[in-house]
């Protein structure tokens, strides 16, 4: 490591050092011999650093708090947008070579591709010959119209202005951004005032939302909607660590204190079944508990927030200060982002899921290859995906930098759903003429099962070519990989093969729902038995409490926490450094398949080897 590349280190450290903790991201090491470090804050600062050669230090900052605030408008900033920008100017001296810096979601424009980065090198190579994508650059209107014939299951309540008729041809993200300011129509780049339908928040960024809140609007100031402000314990809950435990006490007094409707508590933290209210990860609990509607827009204090998209809604990530607004107001300004379109047709190979799907687009289009845009999947194989397999490729926009992920709902969506709200909904699709910044087209039958490598999730490689990677144990769990089709995969593939595993296999249910499926639906083929004893037979560790568990480390004493630097296979969304504690432990995101065959082997193995 050079001198340059530990300024780089410093320089992030000085301006963001709760994303240097929490995310633990120290960089790594590029083929060019530069180095990344950069991603996806927790919402309030959204920045991208990349050092590409010893004389070149490229910094993109997308300030979302400082844009969207309110107090900006008027001329003043935030005290946080404030903090990062004086920051930022201030080591901009400190480095002495030649610095670009972008502030990335002001200048963005409706048809340009400034941000989108030219591909680079990081493990791209095993696909120089084998990938099966082929990205093209669509610059006339697509001429595909999605999903046209689907009927709308429920008659709407909203008002009909940008529903019906368009006079100009919009994508699902822009209508849907459309309908919620009350435009006739928008396009990409312009700034509105969007009204919320859902805010959701947790115990690590919902302290500091209510405190935002009260700061602002006053210690006895009232939620603009106490039905629209979903609140989920999920991250720090299992532990003894008192500031995590004190963060879900906080949650509930303002609960209690605002009469919040979805409060999803738990008290017993010893027995989570003695919580019936609790639930689990919040993305996947929204979804469960029918907050995910179509045509809506649900924002969250989450990076992974994008998740929602599966059901064709207006799902993001924010940070605490936007949240702090939101929850009094109900509105937000945001820019209209341009949208990529993913179009994937053909049959999905039986070992094959969604995960794959994810880790090849982002591979292929790197981390910041979709920097505050719209992700669209649209085509064959995504309509033949269930509900939590959409869900998984949404979930991971976020790791190319999307502002959001959309599937356009269907009979699939609407099925879901059923059970699950009651709540009016109304779906919007692109229009035929809608413009696309991007297309890119995949032959699904032609992939292969992916992983990604330390330490991004865009160092794609073939997991055939991974084979001699030893690995230390293996995690199944997180909004990405927990789900109940997580589990029921899995448990699959080891009934097919009728081992043991090799690894330590640490199983995390997402949520409390998925706990009771994987101890109570028969796995299909298994003669009747459940996720859970064909795990048993298998020699995994018992299902713990569900919660994001180590997905991000955690405290120290976090279930299955990496505190040594090992080696992990993961059904998770991120393996930056640290990110599952440890910051020398090496992370290989996969499919939950991969995963599993992986545990069979104790080394990063093809899940054909076990699905014939
Ligand atoms: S499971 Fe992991 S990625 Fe998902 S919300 Fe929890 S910490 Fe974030």
Same mark, same amino acid.
Request: with cysteine; proline share 6%; charged share 20%.
């Given at each position: 490591?050079?001198?340059?590349?530990?300024?780089?280190?410093?320089?992030?450290?000085?301006?963001?050092?709760?994303?240097?903790?929490?995310?633990?991201?120290?960089?790594?090491?590029?083929?060019?011999?530069?180095?990344?470090?950069?991603?996806?804050?927790?919402?309030?600062?959204?920045?991208?650093?990349?050092? $590409?050669?010893?004389? /070149?230090?490229?910094?993109?900052?997308?300030?979302?708090?400082?844009?969207?605030?309110?107090?900006?408008?008027?001329?003043?900033?935030?005290?946080?947008?404030?903090?990062?920008?004086?920051? @930022?100017?201030?080591?901009?001296?400190?480095?002495?070579?030649?610095?670009?810096? /972008?502030? !990335?979601?002001?200048?963005?424009?409706?048809?340009?591709?400034?941000?989108?980065?030219?591909?680079?090198?990081?493990?791209?190579?095993?696909?120089?010959?084998?990938?099966?994508?082929?990205?093209?650059?669509?610059?006339?209107?697509?001429?595909? $119209?999605?999903?046209?014939?689907?009927?709308?299951?429920?008659?709407?309540?909203?008002?009909?202005?940008?529903?019906?008729?368009?006079?100009?041809?919009?994508?699902?993200?822009?209508?849907?951004?459309?309908?919620?300011?009350?435009?006739?129509?928008?396009?990409?780049?312009?700034?509105?005032?969007?009204?919320?339908?859902?805010?959701?928040?947790?115990?690590?960024?919902?302290?500091?939302?209510?405190?935002?809140?009260?700061?602002?609007?006053?210690?006895? !100031?009232?939620?603009?909607?106490?039905?629209?402000?979903?609140?989920?314990?999920?991250?720090?809950?299992?532990?003894?660590?008192?500031?995590?435990?004190?963060?879900?006490?906080?949650?509930?007094?303002?609960?209690?204190?605002?009469?919040?409707?979805?409060?999803?508590?738990?008290?017993?933290?010893?027995?989570?079944?003695?919580?019936?209210?609790?639930?689990?990860?919040?993305?996947?609990?929204?979804?469960?508990?029918?907050?995910?509607?179509?045509?809506?827009?649900?924002?969250?204090?989450?990076?992974?927030?994008?998740?929602?998209?599966?059901?064709?809604?207006?799902?993001?990530?924010?940070?605490?200060?936007?949240?702090?607004?939101?929850?009094?107001?109900?509105?937000?300004?945001?820019? /209209?982002?341009?949208?990529? @379109?993913?179009?994937?047709?053909?049959?999905?190979?039986?070992?094959?899921?969604?995960?794959?799907?994810?880790?090849?687009?982002?591979?292929?289009?790197?981390?910041?290859?979709?920097?505050?845009?719209?992700?669209?999947?649209?085509?064959?194989?995504?309509?033949?995906?269930?509900?939590?397999?959409?869900?998984?490729?949404?979930?991971?926009?976020?790791?190319?930098?999307?502002?959001?992920?959309?599937?356009?709902?269907?009979?699939?969506?609407?099925?879901?759903?059923?059970?699950?709200?009651?709540?009016?909904?109304?779906?919007?699709?692109?229009?035929?003429?809608?413009?696309?910044?991007?297309?890119?087209?995949?032959?699904?039958?032609?992939?292969?099962?992916?992983?990604?490598?330390?330490?991004?999730?865009?160092? $794609?490689?073939? !997991?055939?070519?991974?084979?001699?990677?030893?690995?230390?144990?293996?995690?199944?769990?997180?909004?990405?990989?927990?789900?109940?089709?997580?589990?029921?995969?899995?448990?699959?593939?080891?009934?097919?093969?009728?081992?043991?595993?090799?690894?330590?296999?640490?199983?995390?249910?997402?949520?409390?729902?998925?706990?009771?499926?994987?101890?109570?639906?028969?796995?299909?083929?298994?003669?009747?038995?459940?996720?859970?004893?064909?795990?048993?037979?298998?020699?995994?560790?018992?299902?713990?409490?569900?919660?994001?568990?180590?997905?991000?480390?955690?405290?120290?004493?976090?279930?299955?926490?990496?505190?040594?630097?090992?080696?992990?296979?993961?059904?998770?969304?991120?393996?930056?450094?640290?990110?599952?504690?440890?910051?020398?432990?090496?992370?290989?995101?996969?499919?939950?398949?991969?995963?599993?065959?992986?545990?069979?082997?104790?080394?990063?193995?093809?899940?054909?080897?076990?699905?014939?």
């Amino acid at each position: 490591m050079s001198t340059f590349d530990i300024y780089d280190l410093q320089f992030l450290y000085n301006i963001c050092p709760n994303y240097y903790r929490f995310m633990g991201r120290w960089g790594t090491r590029l083929a060019n011999g530069g180095w990344w470090v950069g991603g996806v804050a927790k919402g309030d600062h959204r920045w991208a650093c990349q050092t $590409r050669e010893q004389d /070149v230090f490229m910094l993109l900052i997308s300030l979302s708090a400082y844009q969207t605030s309110p107090a900006n408008i008027n001329g003043t900033h935030s005290p946080t947008a404030t903090f990062i920008t004086s920051r @930022r100017i201030s080591n901009i001296s400190v480095i002495t070579k030649t610095i670009t810096m /972008v502030i !990335a979601s002001s200048l963005i424009s409706p048809t340009s591709t400034f941000f989108l980065q030219p591909k680079k090198d990081v493990g791209l190579s095993a696909f120089s010959s084998t990938s099966a994508l082929s990205p093209h650059r669509c610059h006339k209107p697509a001429s595909r $119209r999605i999903c046209c014939s689907v009927a709308t299951p429920q008659q709407s309540q909203r008002q009909p202005s940008t529903t019906g008729s368009v006079k100009t041809a919009m994508t699902m993200t822009e209508k849907i951004l459309a309908r919620a300011s009350e435009k006739a129509n928008l396009s990409p780049g312009d700034n509105v005032w969007v009204n919320v339908d859902i805010l959701m928040t947790h115990d690590v960024c919902g302290p500091g939302s209510i405190g935002i809140f009260k700061r602002e609007f006053g210690e006895d !100031a009232k939620v603009w909607d106490r039905e629209k402000v979903v609140i989920i314990p999920d991250h720090y809950i299992f532990t003894s660590d008192e500031r995590a435990n004190r963060n879900v006490d906080i949650l509930r007094d303002f609960c209690q204190e605002q009469n919040i409707k979805y409060f999803y508590d738990i008290k017993d933290l010893g027995n989570f079944k003695a919580n019936p209210d609790y639930k689990g990860v919040c993305h996947v609990a929204l979804a469960q508990e029918g907050h995910c509607r179509p045509g809506e827009v649900l924002l969250g204090t989450d990076s992974h927030t994008c998740t929602a998209g599966a059901f064709g809604q207006f799902a993001t990530g924010i940070g605490n200060t936007d949240a702090g607004f939101v929850l009094g107001t109900g509105k937000l300004l945001l820019k /209209v982002p341009p949208t990529l @379109r993913f179009v994937m047709d053909g049959e999905m190979p039986h070992y094959l899921l969604a995960k794959d799907l994810i880790l090849q687009i982002i591979g292929e289009i790197t981390m910041a290859g979709a920097t505050y845009k719209s992700m669209e999947f649209v085509g064959s194989t995504v309509e033949s995906l269930n509900m939590e397999e959409r869900m998984t490729l949404c979930n991971m926009v976020v790791e190319a930098g999307g502002k959001n992920g959309v599937v356009p709902a269907d009979s699939t969506t609407y099925k879901y759903l059923e059970d699950k709200t009651s709540v009016p909904y109304d779906p919007v699709y692109s229009d035929q003429q809608a413009r696309f910044l991007s297309e890119y087209r995949f032959d699904v039958s032609k992939l292969e099962p992916l992983v990604a490598k330390p330490h991004s999730p865009d160092k $794609r490689a073939l !997991a055939r070519e991974c084979k001699d990677v030893k690995i230390d144990r293996v995690y199944i769990g997180s909004c990405t990989g927990g789900k109940t089709e997580d589990f029921m995969a899995v448990a699959k593939l080891f009934l097919a093969s009728g081992k043991k595993v090799k690894v330590p296999t640490f199983l995390v249910p997402a949520t409390q729902k998925v706990w009771m499926d994987i101890y109570s639906i028969p796995v299909p083929g298994s003669g009747g038995k459940t996720c859970s004893q064909i795990f048993e037979e298998a020699g995994c560790d018992t299902p713990a409490s569900p919660s994001c568990g180590a997905c991000l480390g955690g405290p120290k004493d976090t279930y299955a926490r990496l505190n040594e630097p090992q080696v992990c296979v993961s059904t998770t969304n991120r393996n930056f450094p640290g990110r599952m504690g440890h910051k020398e432990g090496q992370i290989y995101l996969a499919s939950p398949y991969t995963a599993a065959a992986s545990a069979l082997t104790g080394f990063v193995t093809d899940p054909r080897e076990f699905l014939q």
